[in-house]
């Protein structure tokens, strides 16, 4: 029951995205052949409400649920890292043609496929956390 109101903010997030049609592959690619403004738009909005949201947390010293202080911590300034990163995971979103975010949704509203991509986002994952220490960065 504890985490019963992050379930339903997901569901509400979900529908959210179904009706703005973020889930739509078609949207997707529009985006990526700079054919439509939706999808920039959508991140667009995103990215000023993210910047908004974490001044408040800051500002306000939110805590999180377990009682604790959300703190941030300093970035990085490595250029390369941030565009190879950023490189790789727009590869993945073009060549998917689904953004990360709604990949549950899609599952969600019957895109049983997205199944795949979410198992590889996730061995993906596991194999960066194996291969971290090697890296550079």
Same mark, same amino acid.
């Given at each position: 029951?504890?985490?019963?109101?992050?379930?339903?903010?997901?569901?509400?997030?979900?529908?959210?995205?179904?009706?703005?049609?973020?889930?739509?592959?078609?949207?997707?690619?529009?985006?990526?052949?700079?054919?439509?403004?939706?999808?920039?738009?959508?991140?667009?909005?995103?990215?000023?409400?993210?910047?908004?949201?974490?001044?408040?947390?800051?500002?306000?010293?939110?805590?999180?649920?377990? &009682?604790?202080?959300?703190?941030?911590?300093?970035?990085?300034? =490595?250029?390369?890292? *941030? !565009?190879?990163?950023?490189? $790789? %995971?727009?590869?993945?979103?073009?060549?998917? &043609?689904?953004?990360?975010?709604?990949?549950?949704?899609?599952? =969600?509203?019957?895109? *049983? !496929?997205?199944?795949?991509? $979410? %198992?590889?986002?996730?061995?993906?994952?596991?194999?960066y956390g194996v291969f971290k220490d090697k890296l550079p960065h």
């Amino acid at each position: 029951m504890k985490y019963l109101k992050f379930l339903l903010i997901g569901v509400v997030f979900g529908i959210m995205f179904t009706k703005a049609e973020i889930i739509s592959w078609f949207r997707i690619y529009e985006m990526f052949r700079f054919e439509s403004f939706h999808m920039y738009g959508v991140i667009g909005s995103a990215v000023v409400l993210s910047l908004i949201a974490n001044q408040l947390i800051k500002r306000f010293k939110v805590k999180n649920i377990e &009682g604790q202080v959300i703190e941030f911590a300093p970035k990085d300034k =490595g250029f390369a890292r *941030y !565009m190879i990163g950023g490189t $790789i %995971f727009g590869m993945g979103w073009a060549f998917t &043609g689904a953004c990360p975010g709604p990949l549950y949704t899609l599952v =969600g509203v019957g895109a *049983y !496929m997205a199944v795949v991509i $979410i %198992f590889f986002a996730v061995v993906g994952t596991y194999l960066y956390g194996v291969f971290k220490d090697k890296l550079p960065h």
